[in-house]
């Protein structure tokens, strides 16, 4: 089992700055991809961008490449979410989740999920 913790969300104006956290526990070897998704209030859940736990190699959403980026720190067992130039429309729950194969873009594929953390972007 793996446990993910998520912290980072909040309130924030248009244009504003938000990095996200997600500190990883448990059997963090069986770990493959770590992946961010957002889900807005009547929406669909959705891929954000994901990034191999151990190599690095990153994926992203092509409507949020540019602005959003993500990375690990090894050393923390932790998968940040870098959130420049926020818009009204990024405002959503924000999960994290881990992914025991490949470097996926469907929720389906991801075993373990954080809770969420609320990101509230105001105009």
């Known amino acids: 089992q793996v446990q993910l913790v998520e912290s980072g969300g909040g309130l924030v104006q248009a244009g504003g700055s938000l990095r996200l956290s997600c500190a990883a526990s448990?059997?963090?070897?069986?770990?493959?991809?770590m992946g961010w998704f957002r889900q807005a209030p009547g929406k669909e859940r959705e891929f954000v961008a994901a990034?191999?736990?151990?190599?690095?190699?990153?994926y992203y959403a092509s409507s949020l490449k540019g602005r959003f980026t993500i990375s690990t720190d090894n050393a923390s067992n932790t998968v940040y979410l870098q959130m420049n130039s926020l818009k009204p429309e990024d405002t959503a729950v924000y999960y994290c989740a881990s992914h025991p194969a490949v470097l996926g873009v469907l929720p389906g594929g991801y075993n373990y999920w954080g809770q969420g953390t609320q990101v509230t972007v105001s105009s």
């Open positions: 448990g059997r963090t070897f069986s770990i493959y991809a």
């Open positions: 990034i191999t736990w151990r190599g690095g190699r990153t």
